[in-house]
């Protein structure tokens, strides 16, 4: 077991205070963060208190605290899980060989690019996110928010700590970069296509903390199977946050259509009281859906077989031991490929098609929540689903991208995508009106007209409780 020290100006169970070095790269670091945080995170609330959870161990139970406090003063911390001792490499060429607990020289490339296209998506996810905060339809809401915000925050530190500790000069450079970059800048973008989108309203957010960070659940898993010990830790905690980053999207987008399933059952066009109709919520679903399965990168990727080759990243679940042959080999995997005006099925090696595999399983993911929804909207008793879009619609990676699809998945013609676009994807009419109703309901126990109270409030206390304290 790692100690914790939670007094440290880093909060850690990665006994920092044992090397100095690295302490002192880290704590040089951290006041760029917090300048970071200030210019480009939630605006205006870093006064204010917010009754946060915060990471302080890993043990499980008693793994965070929760304590209004002021965003900036924020004890994002480093937390690895627990090290399993005598750990072996459980996939691919090096099946059975010790886990690495540094980078093999010949990794080091590779190994950089994924902890910095991991790390870049985290604080990019808060600069989408920051001006959502003036529109909070609710306090309750608005907590949501900023404990999103705040959990990215720490899984940036939590990449910057593996930058710093296991790539030296180049590994403090990269951390540098993750607080340059900046999500939609044309200059310096983020890194990969979603993170820099904007994310202009709080149907846009639930859309995104469902689908997006979702993404950030497969990826991570993937990663916490890897044979780079510290990696596969690192991850493996940040998962625990994630959860609730993607109960925040399931419930948010859930509550929506729920108001407007209310709505509908009473006879009440949604539109007339400030409500959200289903066919717009139908399109966010479409555009954020979409925009994640690019996330996975192509369906037969090299990258893909190497990092899976390596021991670098594993299936999802790999060492729950629900794969036939821990090394992938002798086996295909069929996915349908556009021939002119055609899909053809077409086979891969298995090891290459390591994207498809995760990409699926996060599929199955999103139909579950889906299901959910539409189990709700059963029971109001109005007539009408939410359907998960086809891996092939929209894409702009990997074998379907520069072909067009219907959400149904089915080949169409430049010509039938654009008569029908706006049905499918949000049109900046169907954007404007969800600005519209973007109005802040600051009052405790006060919630937005196009939204449903949760269930539940935050750590069991009820939704009026005080989520936020105004300075
Ligand atoms: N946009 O072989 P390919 C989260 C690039 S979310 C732009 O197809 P590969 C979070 C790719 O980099 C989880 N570029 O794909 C959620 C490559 O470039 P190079 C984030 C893209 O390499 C919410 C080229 O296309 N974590 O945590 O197998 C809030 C061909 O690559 C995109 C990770 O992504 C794209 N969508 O896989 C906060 C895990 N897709 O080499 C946080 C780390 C691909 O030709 N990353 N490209 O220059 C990876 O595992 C892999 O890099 C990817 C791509 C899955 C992203
Ligand atoms: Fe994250
Ligand atoms: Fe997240």
């Not at 925050?153 to 970059?181: P, Q």
């Not at 969800?434 to 109270?453: D, F, H, T, Y």
Request: glycine letters at 8%; hydrophobic letters at 35%; charged letters at 25%.
């Amino acid at each position: 077991m790692s100690t914790v020290d939670l007094d440290a100006k880093i909060p850690n169970n990665v006994n920092l205070k044992d090397d100095k070095r690295l302490q002192r790269a880290l704590e040089s670091w951290q006041p760029k963060f917090i300048e970071w945080w200030k210019e480009t995170g939630p605006t205006d609330f870093n006064l204010d208190q917010i009754y946060l959870r915060t990471a302080i161990g890993v043990g499980k139970g008693g793994w965070a605290h929760f304590d209004h406090v002021r965003m900036p003063e924020y004890r994002w911390g480093i937390f690895l899980a627990d090290p399993i001792a005598d750990r072996k490499i459980h996939f691919g060429d090096q099946l059975g060989s010790p886990a690495w607990n540094q980078v093999p020289g010949e990794m080091r490339n590779r190994l950089r690019r994924l902890i910095v296209t991991q790390g870049d998506t985290e604080p990019a996810s808060v600069e989408q996110q920051r001006l959502l905060g003036h529109t909070a339809p609710s306090l309750y809401d608005m907590r949501s928010l900023f404990q999103v915000n705040v959990e990215e925050g720490r899984h940036l530190w939590a990449m910057v700590y593996l930058l710093h500790t296991y790539f030296g000069s180049d590994g403090r450079d990269e951390a540098e970069d993750l607080l340059k970059r900046r999500s939609g800048n044309a200059d310096h973008p983020r890194i990969l296509e979603a993170f820099n989108k904007p994310i202009q309203d709080w149907l846009s957010f639930f859309c995104f903390t469902t689908f997006t960070d979702r993404d950030g659940k497969y990826q991570l898993s993937a990663l916490a199977e890897s044979g780079f010990d510290p990696l596969a830790r690192t991850t493996q905690f940040m998962l625990t946050e994630e959860a609730y980053h993607m109960q925040t999207g399931e419930n948010g987008v859930g509550r929506v259509i729920h108001r407007t399933a209310q709505l509908m059952k009473e006879g009440t066009d949604p539109r007339t009281v400030g409500a959200i109709p289903m066919d717009i919520i139908q399109k966010y679903v479409n555009e954020w859906s979409t925009a994640s399965y690019d996330l996975f990168g192509g369906e037969d990727s090299t990258n893909a077989a190497e990092y899976f080759a390596t021991g670098l990243k594993g299936r999802y679940r790999e060492g729950d031991g629900i794969y036939k042959d821990p090394k992938a080999l002798n086996q295909d995997y069929t996915m349908p490929v556009p021939q002119g005006d055609k899909l053809v099925d077409q086979k891969v090696p298995l090891r290459r098609a390591m994207n498809a595999l995760l990409l699926d399983a996060y599929h199955a993911d999103c139909a579950r929540i889906v299901d959910r929804w539409n189990r709700d909207l059963k029971a109001i008793g109005v007539d009408v689903q939410i359907k998960l879009p086809s891996l092939r619609c929209n894409r702009n990676q990997g074998i379907y991208a520069g072909h067009r699809f219907n959400p149904d998945g089915q080949l169409i013609s430049q010509h039938e995508w654009e008569a029908h676009r706006d049905q499918w994807f949000p049109t900046q009419k169907d954007r404007e009106y969800v600005q519209s109703l973007m109005k802040p309901v600051l009052e405790r126990g006060k919630i937005a007209n196009w939204i449903a109270p949760p269930h539940q409030g935050a750590n069991n206390q009820p939704f009026d409780f005080e989520y936020v304290k105004f300075h």
